[in-house]
Each structure stands twice: as structure tokens, then as C-alpha cells.
């Protein structure tokens, strides 16, 4: 059996090389392990790759500024080559700190230090052409201005730097204007520029979202004094039923509850039920319709006031379908299209959420009084009889109500001032949502909306206190339907 060949020392060119997969000798791993151990750093026995570049540089690195100088021309470190001239470093020297080897011979070392009592004499910029930089000098220019730089003659001429002016240099700052604190307070609901003067016995409640951009409570009063102009502008014939041939209010009555349920299990929403029925009333008091369209007009309304508010509207094949098919996506199309027509493209419509929103912050934002106005305020879109009071005086008669019947006190100036009406000027309205309480159940899909846990079964509530208190406002025939009445 020939021997065994003697075991070779195992040698490792990198211990943290992980993706090495032999450990086999070659000649070249041999010859490059033959180092002079005198050349080797003595401080430790290994040193990483990123380490050893950076040791030649650590010994000239210099400061520089975080934007000055974004060139790569050294200021006073350069290599210095023929005299009068200033050589440049190479790119890739500047970050790793190697330089290139040359074949000419050079007298002085590689690199200089940086001399910090001297100042700079060099341009930044580069040159074209044989790469040298022309020197500079300053000299202090007349009358205080800015220090211009007096370009040697090798360099070529370029734009001088801009000057400022001398009674620009020379003037002084102004100075900020100071705030009083009478003024600062002025300013918390400003409207066109002046502040918003309130009653002595109403209180800001503005103020209290002024650092809030979304509730844009600077603007506040002015938008709600142009909604309150816009809404006499929309407000539908009150008596258009009179030359309609072939509809009643009762078949108003069941089209709008049946939109209530639509509305409902499309979860849209309140304000796009409101302008719906808004929609349909302008369309009845211009065209005369046939009691088979009728639900072609309802549907059209609802998909247009669902396109208008709603972030993402139902397609018009749901609403096809919810109307049992009984008419095709054509149809509601040519349909939308002949209404949007009638009514000039205009449905800037002011709704009635946006004035109960706004009493309802005199109120401190009460979720039980605004649940049952939300209630008594869908009063006015089945009862024709709300068609001539407007949507402002709508909500600040559901909100009344709603506050007696939960005893939440009087109405006071604060509210007053919020829902632009007095306690006298909301009495018909809210007489004439008792009434419709204290009758009996006419529309079933409404009653059973507002009877769930959701809305704290507000309908059951309200019918209750309304025929409790009937007597008080003068009703007294309360077996009678709306029917029966109109």
C-alpha cells in the first residue's frame, strides 16, 4: 500500500467568505499568499475590504459642505504637477481614497494636507480644455457691495454675479407688524375679510373648529347665507298635482316610500334620498307623466341623485333590477338623459342634512335629538303638504320637535341664530309633522326604516308622544288618514 500523501495545512483566504464552496489550493490562491510579513499593518491581523481602502484616506480626508462644494477639484489637496497648475483627483479616488499610479515621477507626495489657514484661490468650476483652473483674486468693491471676483486672464469670460442695488444694502429691514390681542380675538370667524360679530346672548360655536380646515369654519356663515339663497331657487310647484291627468299625492306618497326602501337597501346616503325626491317634484312640476312612468321617473331620480352624491353609485343594471325588470337599462338611460334636460342640468339642490347638521352644532352635536330630526325631517318628503316650506325651515322645525319631545330645554338665542329661525316662525312646521304622527301608519316602508335599534326606534317614539300630545296643538280628528284629510 503506497503511503499517504502528508496533510496540507488548510488555508482560508477570507474567513467571512460564506459562499466559498472548496477548500483546493490553486497556484494563484498560493502566490498570492506569499506576503512580506514586514508590509503587513500590525494593528490587527485582518482587515475588511471596506477598512482597507479607507486607511490611505483617513489621513487626508478633509470636511466638506453639505451643498458647496459639489465638484470633484480638490481646493489646496490636489496633486501637484507642472507649477502654476493644479491637478485634479480622479472620481473614483474621491470616495474610496486610491489613487492612480503614474509613470511620472514626482518629487513631492501624493497628496497634501489640507492647509486651513490659507483660503481658497481656486474656481470651483472646471475648465474646458486641458483641465487646469484659472486663478482667482478678490478685491473688496466700492460703496459696500458684494465682493466680485476679478477673473485672470486665462479664463474665459462668463456673467458677472448679480449685484443688489445700494439703497437696497443700505436699507433697513422691516420690521413685523405686532398683533394686538384685541385684534387676534376679532379674528376667529372672519367672513369677507371682517369678523363675524355675534349677539351678546349667542354663543361662537364657529370657534371652536377654526384650527379644523375641513369644517372651513371661517366660511361658515357665508355658505350657509348662499345655500339659504339657492334653496328659493329650487323649491318645486307646490300645486303641481293639478295638471297631472292621471296622479294623485297618494300615488306620490307610495312612489317615495317605495324610494325610501330602494334607498335603504342600496345603503346610500340621506342626502341622496332628499335629492331624489327633490328631482322628482322639479321633473312633475314641468312634464306631464303617465302613472305607468311614474316609477321610470322615481328610478331615473334616484340614479341621477346617486351619481351626484354617493362616492361610488350603484351600476344601472341594480336599479333595473329593483324595479322587477319592468323596464330595460336603455330605457333608464334615455330616460335620465330627458330629465337632466327638463331640468338644465341644474341640481345644485340645498339639503336639508346640511341645515340640520348645522343646528345641530348650537345643539353640542346630541346624537339622540339629531337621530329623531333625521326622522321627523323625512316627514317632509312623503307628506306633499311640506312641498312649499323650504329645507332650512324643515330642519329647524324637525329639530324642535325632536328637543321637545326628549325635553332637552327651551329654544334659546344660540339656536335661533343657527337655524336662521324663531320658535313662532317654526310652529306650522312642527304642527304639521304632529299631525302626520298622531295619523295612522300610511307608509309602511318609512315606519319600519326608522323602527329599528339603528335609528333608536325613533318612529315608535315619536308616534307615541305625538298622539299623546295631539290635543295640544289643535288636532283632534287623529282617526283620519292623510288621505282622507287632503
Known amino acids: 500500500m503506497p503511503p499517504g500523501r502528508t496533510a496540507r495545512a488548510r488555508l482560508v483566504s ?28 500590525s494593528k490587527g491581523a485582518l482587515q475588511t475590504k471596506k477598512s482597507a481602502s479607507n486607511s490611505t484616506a483617513a489621513a487626508v480626508q478633509r470636511k466638506r459642505a453639505a451643498l458647496g462644494d459639489v465638484s470633484n477639484v480638490g481646493k489646496n489637496d490636489g496633486v501637484e504637477g507642472k507649477k502654476g497648475k493644479v491637478g485634479l483627483v480622479s472620481k473614483a479616488a474621491q470616495p474610496t481614497g486610491i489613487q492612480k499610479s503614474s509613470s ?21 468650476r472646471a475648465k474646458s480644455g486641458s483641465g487646469a483652473l484659472g486663478t482667482t483674486t478678490k478685491r473688496k468693491a466700492p460703496n459696500g457691495l458684494k465682493e466680485q471676483a476679478i477673473v485672470d486672464e486665462n479664463e474665459p469670460a462668463r456673467k458677472e454675479p448679480r449685484t443688489l442695488d445700494d439703497d437696497r444694502v443700505h436699507s433697513k429691514p422691516k420690521a413685523e407688524p405686532v398683533v394686538k390681542p384685541e385684534e387676534a380675538e376679532a379674528k376667529v370667524a372672519p367672513t369677507n375679510g371682517n369678523p363675524t360679530i355675534y349677539p351678546s346672548d349667542v354663543e361662537d360655536r364657529d370657534s371652536e373648529d377654526i384650527d379644523d380646515p375641513l ?17 328659493v331657487k329650487s323649491i318645486p310647484n307646490p300645486q303641481y298635482m293639478s295638471h297631472q291627468d292621471d296622479l294623485e299625492w297618494k300615488t306620490r306618497g307610495i312612489l317615495v316610500d317605495w324610494l325610501i326602501e330602494v334607498h335603504t337597501r342600496f345603503h346610500l346616503l340621506p342626502e341622496t334620498l332628499f335629492l331624489a325626491v327633490n328631482i322628482i317634484d322639479r321633473f312633475l312640476s314641468e312634464k306631464v307623466v303617465q302613472l305607468d312612468r311614474l316609477q321610470l321617473v322615481g328610478i331615473t331620480a334616484m340614479f341621477i341623485a346617486s351619481k351626484y352624491e354617493e362616492v361610488l353609485s350603484p351600476h344601472v343594471e341594480n336599479f333595473k333590477r329593483i324595479a322587477d325588470d319592468g323596464f330595460t337599462e336603455a330605457e333608464i338611460l334615455s330616460a335620465e338623459r330627458f330629465v337632466l334636460t327638463t331640468l338644465d342640468y341644474d341640481l345644485s339642490y340645498p339639503n336639508p342634512m346640511n341645515f340640520l347638521r348645522r343646528v345641530s352644532k348650537a345643539d353640542n352635536y346630541d346624537i339622540q335629538s339629531r337621530t329623531i330630526g333625521k326622522y321627523l325631517m323625512e316627514i317632509s ?8 316650506y323650504r329645507p332650512s325651515h324643515v330642519a329647524a322645525g324637525a329639530m324642535y320637535l325632536s328637543r321637545l319631545m326628549l325635553d332637552r330645554g327651551e329654544w334659546d338665542a344660540t339656536l335661533t341664530y343657527y337655524a336662521g329661525f324663531t320658535e313662532e316662525e317654526v310652529e306650522p312646521v312642527v304642527k304639521l309633522m304632529v299631525d302626520y304622527l298622531a295619523r295612522p301608519v300610511v307608509h309602511e316602508a318609512f315606519f319600519k326604516k326608522y323602527a329599528s335599534k339603528k335609528f333608536l326606534k325613533a318612529s315608535f ?26
Open 14 to 41: 477570507n474567513e467571512n467568505d460564506e459562499n466559498s464552496g472548496t477548500t483546493r489550493m490553486t497556484r494563484a490562491k498560493a502566490a498570492a499568499l506569499h506576503i512580506d510579513e514586514l508590509a503587513m499593518p
Open 104 to 124: 511620472r515621477a514626482t518629487t513631492k507626495s501624493a497628496l497634501t494636507a489640507k492647509d486651513t489657514n490659507k483660503k481658497p484661490v481656486e474656481d470651483k
Open 215 to 231: 369644517m372651513v369654519a371661517e366660511y361658515a356663515n357665508e355658505i350657509f347665507e348662499y345655500l339659504r339663497d339657492l334653496e
Open 381 to 388: 318628503l312623503l307628506d306633499h303638504r311640506f312641498m312649499a
Open 461 to 486: 317614539l315619536a308616534r307615541q308622544w305625538a298622539k299623546a300630545n295631539a290635543s295640544v296643538f289643535g288636532i283632534t280628528d287623529i282617526k283620519l288618514t292623510l288621505d282622507q284629510i287632503s
